[in-house]
């Protein structure tokens, strides 16, 4: 795969818990701001946690045409509102179709989950009626097929979900489509919001979200913060977008995907090492060329330091050295949306040359041998980046991106 065409980033954008626009979430992770409140529901809500990385005081309306917001969940409107952007940086008309030469491919953990809540409650709490449009605004599918719409691309076009790997998958897939020559740009991304009643209950149940701050790597981590979100990239073959001027943001050089195969919520050490060193040799790089980590980095106790134990079989003596961080804490975990979001912010390490830091870290665990930028932001060079998303199911899934050729 290595030796098939370079695929770029020529634009990206995002919403997330720090506002709209790619370069707040990148400046929130970078500054190590935690855009992590007190949750705002619809209707009351009787757990126990009640903090999350929710988007909150986005008008989709100040965004997007009334005649669309009936189709529309939330996620779905953050989506769209984050395709514009990366379409507007990456120097295209959304009012130009992209026809069959480009892919439209969003993961998503679940899909329209407000719209699957509020019907619920609907129709078995107030004995009403679902209004017509709800299954085409709750189906997985509808964040994809609402791009491809908006865009005119009639290319291949579908959802992933693959859990918390989705939109590193979707990112994956739409590369690989492109090295092939199936296609020559690729929208690809993730969107989630699953900050909601019943969703925060069953994350609850799991006993796996922390009441008071995520602490990824860190000891005396307690659990995760849930995030909502949606962020879209912008994937095209080098010497197309070259050939219409584009400036590329970043190369993606690598992808990897694995299943553990063992067991549904605990993580296991070889499918997540096995699943970086695809990626690195995907992207045609020894270990020793990787300058930064954005890791998984839940702050939950066992899946840090499995991911630790995992990053250590593949850098060895260098890991203490490595930086590693988690910018969870500051846009929480954003699930499906989650590797989509923390691409952005890995690119912008490469682009201003600063690794994020991991906020709320205390002490260092010895399960946990890692440098993870604790608390500060690190200035440094930075040429190539690896990304993880590892997801209940055993699905793993990394990417490789390194600065762009001039």
Wanted: glycine share 12%; with cysteine; charged share 20%.
């Amino acid at each position: 795969m290595g030796a098939m065409r370079r695929v770029v980033v020529t634009g990206m954008g995002a919403v997330s818990a720090a506002g709209v626009g790619a370069q707040a979430l990148w400046r929130a992770a970078r500054d190590g701001r935690s855009c992590v409140r007190e949750t705002q529901f619809v209707r009351p809500y009787r757990g126990r946690i009640k903090i999350s990385a929710q988007v909150q005081g986005f008008d989709a309306s100040a965004h997007l045409e009334p005649e669309l917001l009936p189709f529309c969940d939330p996620v779905t409107t953050y989506l769209l509102v984050a395709a514009d952007e990366a379409v507007a940086q990456a120097g295209l008309s959304r009012h130009e179709r992209m026809g069959g030469r480009t892919a439209s491919i969003i993961g998503t953990g679940v899909g329209g989950m407000h719209t699957l809540e509020d019907g619920l409650h609907l129709v078995l709490v107030e004995q009403g009626r679902p209004g017509p449009l709800t299954v085409p605004k709750l189906i997985p599918s509808s964040p994809a097929c609402n791009v491809s719409i908006r865009y005119g691309a009639t290319g291949p076009c579908f959802a992933v979900a693959s859990a918390c790997s989705s939109a590193t998958q979707a990112i994956g897939l739409g590369t690989q489509m492109i090295r092939a020559g199936m296609v020559d740009r690729a929208i690809v991304g993730g969107a989630e919001d699953c900050v909601t009643n019943s969703s925060m209950l069953a994350w609850e149940a799991l006993r796996v979200l922390t009441p008071d701050a995520c602490r990824p790597f860190s000891r005396g981590r307690n659990g995760m913060i849930l995030g909502a979100g949606a962020a879209v990239f912008i994937l095209e073959a080098e010497e197309a977008a070259r050939a219409r001027g584009a400036e590329p943001l970043a190369e993606l050089a690598g992808y990897g995907t694995t299943a553990d195969a063992k067991d549904q919520v605990r993580p296991d050490v070889v499918g997540a090492t096995e699943c970086m060193r695809l990626a690195l040799v995907d992207a045609g790089l020894e270990p020793g060329a990787i300058d930064y980590v954005n890791a998984h980095g839940t702050g939950t106790t066992v899946n840090d330091a499995t991911e630790a134990e995992a990053l250590g079989r593949i850098f060895g003596a260098r890991l203490p050295r490595l930086p590693i961080s988690s910018t969870k804490p500051i846009h929480g975990h954003g699930l499906g949306a989650g590797g989509a979001l923390e691409l952005v912010v890995t690119v912008g390490t490469l682009r201003e040359n600063i690794a994020p830091p991991t906020i709320n870290w205390r002490d260092p665990d010895p399960k946990c041998p890692v440098d993870a930028i604790p608390n500060e932001a690190r200035p440094m060079r930075i040429d190539a980046a690896l990304s993880n998303s590892f997801a209940f199911g055993g699905v793993n899934a990394s990417l490789v991106v390194r600065k762009a050729a001039a």
